[in-house]
């Protein structure tokens, strides 16, 4: 059963939003994945995050490529498995496996911290005025980018 699941998922549209929609093989992507890879005492589970107030962030490539690769980051530290993913303008949807020794609440976190970053940094080169509709009134941060509760269902 896991194989059949496994070959269905191996294929991930890409580029959305740019009106060109295509599917691509996981693994030419990510370079991880043979089964002797995959660590089966944990499950694949699904993991949706969205740009904060839905705002259309993800549009332009270059947030696309920000994504891409810190999930490119994390299968080559072998602390996840990409199973799919899509990139809509507003939200990223994933199917992913967390490896052993690494616990799934740090590797969103790390994943959610980085690319807010990453999207801070692009932002601050390219356009200061988008910018600041990130900002936020709040104690803990200046800018936020990714919604507080993204959703994770095992």
Known sequence: MMQIVLNYLSFALVGVFTNKYRYVRIKDIFQFSYMADINFDYHPQFFTAT????????????????????????VKEKSVVIYAFVIMPNHIHLIWQIQDGF???????RFLKFTAQQMKFKLLQT???????????????EYQFWERNALSID
């Open 103 to 109: 616990k799934r609440d740090k590797i969103q976190l």
């Open 127 to 141: 356009d200061k005025l988008q910018l600041e509709h990130f900002r936020v009134n709040t104690s803990d941060r």
């Open 51 to 74: 740009i904060l107030e839905w705002k259309h962030l993800l549009k332009e490539d270059e947030f696309k490529d920000i994504i891409i690769k810190s999930l490119q980051f994390l």
